[in-house]
């Protein structure tokens, strides 16, 4: 009989469909798939799940700006969500959108468990709310700003229904004793147990001022209070009031960020012992990741996307640097710099050079099959010991999701090995049968540990690795390759290696740089009339450049012209950015102010030549920023020879500055 495997379910937050994806929320969805790739491989019987949490004030706003109604502004947004994560290739196994009639129909559930219980009663409330963070702001005062976002709170007055989380201050006190793992970071457990020491208020969880919301039978106008909605959807994803058929419930562990971590250590266990339902194991809150050290939004301007970044260097490469680059549980800064200089020394350099230098070696010595070792020497029992030795650490280290610490171990394996390389010299070996019996004992050795770590780096490098398993002549697929049977020696000799793929290339700092902000801004501000990827006109903003060949256009009305407002503007001052060979910046006058712009064309004008320069400026371009310097129009060029040359639009007569271009 089939041994019952044992389960394991992790969720990410459900995400606001008001705003669409960026770095921060890409975070927590790696962290949930590099979690499920790796149980998978210790043999669980994995669910996953993420979704899009679709009611409240702001999708009704946001609805209402895009003339659209609610229902057909959030399917739409739950599609771009869940398009995002195909393409990245992270894969939820349940995707829970807090519209779907299962997850309405476990919402109403759950509070008639609740109320039943006696855990829910009618009364009113006057509050401060804030809408874009969906929570009342306690001890606010009319006026005062939301702590967590700093934009103004409304002053709220209505019949709502409240939950007890009064009755539950002991209880949860005496279950983060008796479960000391249940809140992870530790840090995070002591604020949330001193939070609920200092006294737990009872909790509005229906609304009568909200349209948009799940409807509470029989008591229209109330709907429910988004975290009693949003919350539940963990259960509603794995079956709802029929959970125990499923068997996936309780959650293993819900992945959140540290902003929402009170909402799931205090509320959601409350409602769920008032119901009388099993609890969730574990919460783990990862911290931010920071841009400018501020966190990030669109309003700021401040938003990383993944898509470009995964574009330019691979999805690999952007999980592999989420997980490395911070402590999981930490705050933390995001550059490209550093992302691409992770790229190149630890992808590049690292794994991948290790990669196609065995392949290439083998291929060379071996005629492409793994060659049969002969005695080994100290050195070699050294770095397998090495290598053995890792295989325990990293799976310890995934275990307690101490990420960073997993690939760091990883990484040390492989800088073992190119040092056993370089001392070893297999290239240096000659013909002689003691010769050649040597380079095949350091070729199957090398070999070896590029299987361990391979398979250890699997979860967090899935595409990468499945490439090199492929080249190590590995049939079976990487991932459903247990890491429990994992050990050193497995690597038979004879079998032939598959064909080398390029793993890293790879790149220049600058330009890929470049490239990456330019689709993010491409992205975030989409050329109107053009393809997505490719600039309209020949520009010398955004340090593109125009370096476009111009194909037939397709034709455009003159009140389509009309939107483009170009004027005459005289250069002030004009700078290089240090990191960024193509651009300068530029202060622009345009008659009504004066612009900061940011233009690609340092590597053909001279900054000091461009000052009391006149140029063509788009000057209703929304702001964008290129290498963290903000760019607040662009300046017209054309675009010259197969380079694409930026030549500055001007005038031969003269021209007032800030005249409009007709
Ligand atoms: N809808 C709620 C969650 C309900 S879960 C029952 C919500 N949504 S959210 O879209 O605003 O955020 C979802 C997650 O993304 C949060 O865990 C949040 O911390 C995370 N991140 C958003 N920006 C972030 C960073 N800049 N860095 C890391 N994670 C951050 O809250």
């Given at each position: 009989m089939a041994e019952q495997k044992e389960k394991f379910y992790i969720t990410t937050p459900i995400y606001y469909t008001n705003g669409l994806p960026h770095i921060g929320h890409t975070y927590t969805t790696v962290v949930a798939d590099v979690l499920r790739r790796y149980k998978k491989m210790r043999g669980y019987d994995v669910v996953m799940t993420t979704g899009t949490d679709e009611h409240g004030v702001n999708v009704e706003r946001a609805a209402k700006n895009a003339g659209i109604p609610e229902s057909e502004f959030v399917a739409r947004m739950a599609d771009t969500w869940r398009a995002l994560w195909d393409e990245l290739g992270l894969t939820a196994d349940e995707f829970v959108r807090t519209?779907?009639?299962?997850?309405?129909?476990?919402?109403?559930?759950?509070?008639?468990?609740?109320?039943?219980?006696?855990?829910?009663?009618?009364?009113?409330?006057?509050?401060?709310?804030?809408?874009?963070?969906?929570?009342?702001?306690?001890?606010?005062?009319?006026?005062?700003?939301?702590?967590?976002?700093?934009?103004?709170?409304?002053?709220?007055?209505?019949?709502?229904?409240?939950?007890?989380?009064?009755?539950?201050?002991?209880?949860?006190?005496?279950?983060?004793?008796?479960?000391?793992?249940?809140?992870?970071?530790?840090?995070?457990?002591?604020?949330?147990?001193?939070?609920?020491?200092?006294?737990?208020?009872?909790?509005?969880i229906t609304r009568t001022t909200v349209r948009w919301g799940i409807p509470v039978p029989g008591e229209e106008p109330h709907v429910f209070y988004v975290w009693f909605d949003a919350l539940t959807a963990y259960l509603s994803a794995v079956g709802g009031p029929d959970y125990e058929k499923r068997g996936m419930w309780p959650a293993d562990v819900h992945l959140v960020g540290k902003d929402i971590i009170r909402f799931h250590t205090v509320y959601w266990p409350a409602f769920l012992m008032a119901a009388m339902l099993p609890l969730p194991k574990q919460v783990w809150a990862h911290g931010w990741f920071l841009m400018d050290a501020a966190k990030m939004s669109k309003s700021k301007g401040n938003v990383v996307l993944p898509r470009p970044i995964a574009n330019m260097l691979g999805m690999d490469a952007l999980r592999y640097f989420l997980l490395r680059e911070v402590v999981f549980g930490q705050d933390g800064n995001f550059s490209y710099d550093a992302l691409v200089t992770r790229y190149n020394a630890d992808l590049a350099n690292g794994l991948g050079n290790l990669a196609s230098r065995t392949a290439a070696m083998l291929e060379k010595n071996f005629a492409g099959k793994v060659p049969k070792p002969g005695t080994?020497?100290?050195?070699?029992?050294?770095?397998?010991?090495?290598?053995?030795?890792?295989?325990?650490?990293?799976?310890?280290?995934?275990?307690?999701?101490?990420?960073?610490?997993a690939l760091e171990t990883i990484w040390s394996v492989i800088a073992a090995a190119d040092k056993y390389l370089t001392t070893e010299q297999p290239w240096a070996l000659g013909n002689s049968p003691e010769e050649e019996s040597r380079k095949a004992t350091i070729l199957w050795t090398t070999a070896e540990l590029l299987r361990i770590v391979t398979a250890l780096a699997h979860p967090v490098l899935p595409d990468s690795t499945a490439k090199v398993w492929k080249l190590l002549g590995q049939n079976a697929a990487i991932g459903a390759t247990p890491l429990d049977g994992l050990h050193w020696g497995q690597l038979a000799p004879d079998v032939t290696l598959g064909k080398f793929q390029a793993l890293f290339p790879r790149?220049?700092?600058?330009?890929?740089?470049?490239?990456?902000?330019?689709?993010?801004?491409?992205?975030?501000?989409?050329?109107?009339?053009?393809?997505?990827?490719?600039?309209?006109?020949?520009?010398?903003?955004?340090?593109?450049?125009?370096?476009?060949?111009?194909?037939?256009?397709?034709?455009?009305?003159?009140?389509?012209?009309?939107?483009?407002?170009?004027?005459?503007?005289?250069?002030?001052?004009?700078?290089?950015?240090?990191?960024?060979?193509?651009?300068?910046?530029?202060?622009?006058?345009?008659?009504?102010?004066?612009?900061?712009?940011?233009?690609?064309i340092a590597q053909y004008y001279e900054p000091e030549s461009l000052i009391g320069r006149k140029v063509v400026v788009v000057v209703n371009l929304a702001p964008r920023k290129l290498r963290g310097v903000e760019s607040n129009g662009m300046i017209v060029a054309a675009s010259v020879g197969p380079e694409g040359r930026p030549v500055l639009a001007g005038f031969h007569e003269d021209v007032e500055v800030g005249a409009r271009l007709k």
């Open positions: 519209t779907d009639l299962q997850h309405v129909r476990t919402v109403q559930w759950l509070f008639r468990l609740c109320k039943e219980n006696g855990y829910v009663y009618k009364g009113h409330y006057t509050g401060q709310y804030c809408i874009y963070d969906n929570a009342y702001v306690n001890d606010a005062k009319p006026g005062d700003p939301c702590p967590d976002c700093g934009r103004p709170t409304e002053t709220v007055t209505e019949e709502n229904y409240f939950f007890k989380l009064s009755a539950f201050q002991k209880p949860l006190l005496d279950f983060y004793r008796k479960y000391p793992e249940f809140i992870q970071p530790e840090t995070r457990k002591n604020e949330i147990i001193s939070f609920v020491e200092g006294g737990l208020k009872d909790l509005s080994r020497l100290p050195q070699d029992d050294a770095l397998a010991k090495e290598a053995q030795g890792a295989i325990g650490e990293v799976l310890e280290r995934y275990d307690k999701l101490e990420f960073a610490r790149v220049e700092k600058t330009e890929t740089i470049e490239r990456i902000e330019a689709m993010a801004n491409e992205e975030l501000n989409p050329t109107p009339a053009a393809p997505a990827s490719k600039p309209a006109a020949p520009a010398a903003s955004s340090g593109a450049a125009g370096a476009l060949a111009a194909g037939p256009a397709e034709k455009i009305g003159i009140e389509d012209f009309t939107k483009v407002e170009m004027r005459v503007g005289q250069v002030k001052t004009a700078e290089r950015i240090v990191g960024a060979d193509k651009l300068l910046k530029l202060t622009v006058d345009i008659g009504s102010e004066v612009r900061q712009i940011c233009a690609g």
